[in-house]
């Protein structure tokens, strides 16, 4: 048993977090669409909705270059230095409060910006 | 992939190597889980966290992308509705981490939860108010 994990547990996350950064992303674009789709100037609204939208993008791109550093400095998920297991969390706590906090903050932003315009 | 799975009798370490980690013991005191189950809960975590996301991509469709001819307050109900919903997961989801770890940690059995219920049935209200936006609107 040279740490692989049979259920392919770590790598299972990995692929949860890849999932989650590539649905942060696309609901961002999908924000982020609106104003280019009638081939007009874009006008400031333009702008403050590219500003709100880096917000997710921003917490994606930091999520996956922890987690993607992590899953290289623990040997692909077979082992954490700390414990010899796998790593357990993948991802650090800051990041699970990031990407959380992100989600919070995107939402409200698109309301907000429904309501005053 | 016979052998090794987590058993559903709360933590145990398969590791003969690793006597520290994973292995309950009887004097209560407190240990961190199996990974395996660590790595479960960050799952459903994250899990939780897209069900937030694909919400708030509802709310941006209904609020700023699909060209709906509802009335006004009709749109901004729906779309309110959902982001509510999505805001009440996001702070969900870390205390339910917490949470599950926690009892892990003590070995203690894992509650059962309201929210996915909540979200259930939120989203079957929203689906409702779409249909009447739809046609009654």
Known sequence: MSG??????????????????????????LYV???????????PGALVRVAVALVPIG??????????????????????DATGQAPAPLARGWVRVLVGAATAVFAVAVAVSALTG | MAGTRPSGGGRQGEDPGDPGRGHGD??????EPDYRFTLAN????????????????GAVA??????LDWSGPARLTVGL????????????????????QRLMRRGAPL???????????????????????????
Do not use: K
């Not at chain 2, 939860?113 to 979200?119: F, Q």
């Open chain 1, 4 to 29: 692989r994990d049979p259920g392919l547990q770590p790598e299972r996350t990995l692929l949860s977090w890849q999932r989650t950064v590539i649905v942060l992303v696309a609901v961002a674009l």
């Open chain 1, 33 to 43: 669409r609106d104003p280019f789709q009638d081939g007009g100037e874009p006008g």
């Open chain 1, 59 to 80: 917490a994606a791109a930091a999520a996956m270059v922890h987690v993607r550093r992590r899953w290289r400095a623990t040997g692909h998920g077979a082992h954490d």
């Open chain 2, 26 to 31: 009887r004097a209560g005191r407190e240990s």
């Open chain 2, 42 to 57: 960050e799952r459903t975590f994250l899990a939780w966290i897209r069900t937030a996301l694909a919400l708030v991509a």
């Open chain 2, 62 to 67: 209904v609020l700023h992308l699909v060209p």
């Open chain 2, 81 to 100: 509705a959902l982001t509510v919903l999505a805001v009440v997961i996001t702070a969900y989801a870390p205390m339910r981490w917490l949470q599950v």
């Open chain 2, 111 to 137: 509650p059962l939860s309201a929210l996915p219920v909540v979200t259930t049935v939120g989203v079957a209200l929203v689906c409702g108010a779409v249909l009447v936006g739809n046609f009654w609107g």
